[in-house]
Every structure is written in C-alpha cells, then in structure tokens.
C-alpha cells in the first residue's frame, strides 16, 4: 500500500521545494533589482521586441500589471519602449545592452542556484528530473521552458 502521507506526495515535496527555492532566487536577484517576475519578461524578450499586450499575454497578467514590469525594467535601463513604426499607438519593449547583461547574470545565478539545489544528484539524475518536470509542465498547458512568474 503507497504512503499516504501528504509529505510524501509529489505535489507537497513541489511546494516545499519551491518554497526554499523561490525564497533564495528572490535574495540573489534582489542586489541586481529585479524580481522573479522580470526574469520572465528579459527571457520573452531574448529573441526580439515584443508588444506589451503580447508580453502579458504570454506572461499571464493582465496588461496594467506588464506596464509597472516594463516601467520598472526600464527604470533599470534593462528595457526600452519603441513605437511601431506604422502604428503609433502600440508600443514594443526591447532590451537594451544592459538588460541583455542583466539576463546573462541571471542566467548565471539561476544555474548556481540549480547546482546548489540538486547537490545530491549526479548529472544523470538532474538530466533526468530537468526532461521530468519539462514533460509535466507540459502537460499542464505551459511549454516547456514558458518562465512561470511571481509577484
């Protein structure tokens, strides 16, 4: 008979471990003052300019919520508005030199985070839990690789 004990469950051990790890990314971005929440906007924004209602669309809030992201992104020079071209109402945010190096030491601090997290497993083991979680995320209507954000 399995365990039936809540600690034991997958959804439990989740929660507790995004806790702690939530808890720690929080402390290592704030010198840098971004906010988990930012990280999700910088990576959307790796690949290219992106309008603000895309933004919170892939996001998922609501577009007032984007607009206070961006305006503190780009009170970090991370970020840049620029008016479309041919219409001057919608406006893309693009990343700046600055910002692209602020995604970098993210990026950095991410993986130093991961490592410390995952002490106890090879690289096998990690390799594994990575491709795990990419394929429930998945199934839950979130690509993997989407960045989940936080207030």
Do not use: I, K
Request: aromatic letters at 2%; hydrophobic letters at 40%.
């Amino acid at each position: 008979m399995p365990d039936e004990s809540v600690a034991s469950s997958v959804s439990f051990q989740l929660v507790r471990l995004g806790q702690v790890a939530g808890h720690r990314f929080v402390g290592l971005l704030a010198p840098l003052g971004l906010r988990p929440r930012h990280c999700a906007v910088l990576e959307l924004l790796r690949d290219g300019p992106m309008g603000q209602l895309e933004l919170a669309r892939r996001v998922g809030v609501a577009p007032s919520v984007v607009v206070d992201m961006v305006d503190e992104l780009q009170d970090l020079h991370a970020v840049t508005r620029v008016r479309h071209t041919e219409d001057r109402r919608r406006q893309f945010v693009e990343l700046t030199a600055h910002g692209r190096g602020l995604l970098r030491r993210v990026a950095n601090v991410a993986r130093a985070l991961d490592a410390d997290l995952l002490r106890e497993l090879d690289s096998n083991q990690c390799a594994a839990l990575r491709a795990a979680l990419d394929r429930v995320a998945g199934s839950h209507d979130r690509p993997p690789g989407q960045p989940v954000t936080t207030p």
